[in-house]
């Protein structure tokens, strides 16, 4: 009997240790971290170098609240982060996860429309499907029906647009009107909400978990800024996912040249070793806000030192392991490795991703792109029979979350070859078994 409660009544084996991109429970099975928890722990489980600055910053302070003391963790963290971020981003603003930062972005630029004069700005515009966070705040600008209708009552809905799924819409992503044709609905839901009303735009660079590794099409993202900026727009990056090295780059804005407002960061950020999530600002928006009267925000746990420090150390180790590089060198290595299990698995109708952030998506038909019957539950039978086989990955619906079952393969940015393999037969042999599993009800639709 357990006292805990989480998503669902399922349960796992007990964890008892975690090393670089294994796990193994209490009755010693070793598992493969194949999705890096929940796209989280970028630099692998239990860094030496990560757990003494952990045990270091201890051993002097494990809490200082930030209206009685500022603390060299914070400072130093914070300094390290903005020197990642775009020219004029140098303002930093701690929290706990990804929700969080989600929260206090939309906050933040809330209270600079008011510093600014401009009151009428509220509307945050975001995609369908998407997913920025589970607290009320981040529900409403999130396009993921499972997750968002029950609490529709509860809070004010935002405007959305369709996520670019060229793949689903017959479009080619290669084809730089694709990308104007998405970046257009943009700027459609700007005028039709009127330019004066619309705060902000809230976009992954690379989707997550609602739209599996969706990469944009060319010209999208560049697109989409300069609609921003014609507008007055504020646009804000949720690189909670895509941050911290994760698809090739420190942060993934950097694949397009993008210089964004605000950027959110989490999961990786700190890689599981603490919770920890950021968001970085531009230097005049916050000052506005200072000016303004301050920031009307904030969490008890903001800046905790020890947080501040392990993230300042993931940091370090992601610069000296080369991790970056690596993620886009073992991402290609992976992508290529996926696209073989497509030749030989016709269930996968798409590989997608970039660095390590991947995904490859069940199909019933490739030509019609029609997915598997729902009540299948594909995504999470092969998540199982994985798991079984010792390899742990992540799933979700692409189609807003009730169909187009994905699979995210998304190892630690450690991984060698040799873990690409292994990823990669257990792959193989878990998809031979959902096949055979499902061959009955296929032969009915067939």
Same mark, same amino acid.
């Given at each position: 009997?357990?006292?805990?409660?989480?998503?669902?009544?399922?349960?796992?084996?007990?964890?008892?240790?975690?090393?670089?991109?294994?796990?193994?429970?209490?009755?010693?099975?070793?598992?493969?971290?194949?999705?890096?928890?929940?796209?989280?722990?970028?630099? =692998?489980?239990?860094?030496?170098?990560?757990?003494?600055? %952990?045990?270091?910053?201890?051993?002097?302070?494990?809490?200082?609240?930030?209206?009685?003391?500022?603390?060299?963790?914070?400072? !130093?963290?914070?300094?390290?982060?903005?020197?990642?971020?775009?020219?004029?981003?140098?303002?930093?603003?701690?929290?706990?996860?990804?929700?969080?930062?989600?929260?206090?972005?939309?906050?933040?630029?809330?209270?600079?429309?008011?510093?600014?004069?401009?009151?009428?700005?509220?509307?945050?515009?975001?995609?369908?499907?998407?997913?920025?966070?589970?607290?009320?705040?981040?529900?409403?600008?999130?396009?993921?029906?499972?997750?968002?209708?029950?609490?529709?009552?509860?809070?004010?809905?935002?405007?959305?647009?369709?996520?670019?799924?060229?793949?689903?819409?017959?479009?080619?992503?290669?084809?730089?009107?694709?990308?104007?044709?998405?970046? @257009? %609905?943009? !700027?459609?839901?700007?005028?039709?909400?009127? $330019?004066?009303?619309?705060?902000?735009?809230?976009?992954?660079?690379?989707?997550?978990?609602?739209?599996?590794?969706?990469?944009?099409?060319?010209?999208?993202?560049?697109?989409?800024?300069?609609?921003?900026?014609?507008?007055?727009?504020?646009?804000?990056?949720?690189?909670?996912?895509? =941050?911290?090295?994760?698809?090739?780059?420190?942060?993934?804005?950097?694949?397009?040249?993008?210089?964004?407002?605000?950027?959110?960061?989490?999961?990786?950020?700190? @890689?599981?070793?603490?919770?920890?999530?950021?968001?970085?600002?531009?230097?005049?928006?916050?000052?506005?806000?200072?000016?303004? =009267?301050?920031?009307?925000?904030?969490?008890?746990?903001?800046?905790? $030192?020890?947080?501040?420090?392990?993230?300042?150390?993931?940091?370090?180790?992601?610069?000296?392991?080369?991790?970056?590089?690596?993620?886009?060198?073992?991402?290609?290595?992976?992508?290529?490795?996926?696209?073989?299990?497509?030749?030989?698995?016709?269930?996968?109708?798409?590989?997608?991703?970039?660095?390590?952030?991947?995904?490859?998506?069940?199909?019933?038909?490739?030509?019609?792109?029609? $997915?598997?019957?729902?009540?299948?539950?594909?995504?999470?039978?092969?998540?199982?029979?994985?798991?079984?086989?010792?390899?742990?990955?992540?799933?979700?619906?692409?189609?807003?979350?009730?169909?187009?079952?994905?699979?995210?393969?998304?190892?630690?940015?450690?991984?060698?070859?040799?873990?690409?393999?292994?990823?990669?037969?257990?792959?193989?042999?878990?998809?031979?078994?959902?096949?055979?599993?499902?061959?009955?009800?296929?032969? !009915?639709?067939?």
């Amino acid at each position: 009997m357990s006292h805990l409660f989480y998503q669902t009544s399922q349960r796992r084996p007990v964890l008892d240790q975690a090393r670089g991109v294994y796990m193994w429970d209490v009755d010693g099975k070793r598992y493969l971290d194949g999705s890096s928890g929940a796209m989280v722990c970028n630099i =692998g489980h239990s860094n030496e170098h990560v757990l003494y600055a %952990m045990r270091r910053q201890m051993e002097k302070s494990t809490f200082g609240y930030r209206l009685h003391f500022e603390t060299e963790a914070s400072e !130093e963290l914070a300094a390290k982060t903005a020197a990642l971020c775009p020219e004029g981003m140098n303002k930093v603003f701690f929290v706990s996860g990804g929700s969080e930062a989600v929260e206090s972005a939309i906050k933040l630029a809330r209270q600079h429309a008011l510093a600014v004069g401009q009151a009428n700005r509220w509307k945050i515009i975001s995609r369908s499907p998407s997913y920025h966070g589970c607290t009320l705040g981040a529900l409403a600008i999130t396009g993921y029906a499972p997750l968002t209708e029950h609490f529709a009552p509860m809070m004010r809905e935002m405007p959305k647009i369709p996520a670019p799924r060229a793949y689903l819409d017959g479009l080619d992503p290669d084809d730089p009107a694709t990308g104007a044709h998405y970046a @257009a %609905m943009l !700027e459609a839901e700007i005028i039709a909400q009127g $330019p004066d009303t619309v705060l902000a735009f809230v976009v992954e660079p690379v989707g997550g978990a609602s739209t599996g590794a969706l990469v944009p099409p060319v010209g999208y993202m560049e697109a989409v800024q300069d609609i921003c900026r014609r507008y007055g727009v504020l646009l804000i990056l949720d690189e909670v996912m895509t =941050g911290a090295g994760r698809t090739g780059r420190f942060l993934a804005l950097e694949h397009w040249g993008l210089s964004p407002d605000i950027v959110v960061l989490s999961k990786g950020f700190a @890689a599981g070793y603490v919770p920890l999530g950021a968001i970085v600002a531009r230097d005049d928006l916050v000052r506005a806000v200072m000016e303004g =009267g301050g920031f009307l925000h904030g969490f008890t746990y903001a800046g905790n $030192p020890l947080a501040c420090a392990a993230g300042a150390a993931v940091i370090d180790e992601i610069a000296r392991l080369g991790l970056v590089r690596n993620a886009e060198v073992m991402g290609a290595a992976l992508r290529t490795r996926l696209d073989s299990l497509m030749t030989r698995h016709p269930i996968i109708g798409d590989v997608r991703g970039k660095g390590l952030l991947l995904a490859f998506e069940f199909m019933a038909d490739r030509d019609s792109k029609a $997915p598997l019957p729902a009540r299948l539950n594909a995504h999470q039978r092969l998540v199982d029979i994985t798991y079984e086989l010792g390899l742990i990955v992540y799933s979700r619906r692409t189609r807003d979350g009730v169909a187009g079952d994905h699979i995210m393969v998304c190892p630690p940015l450690i991984v060698t070859e040799q873990h690409l393999d292994e990823i990669t037969d257990t792959l193989d042999a878990a998809l031979t078994r959902l096949a055979h599993d499902l061959a009955p009800a296929l032969s !009915e639709m067939a």
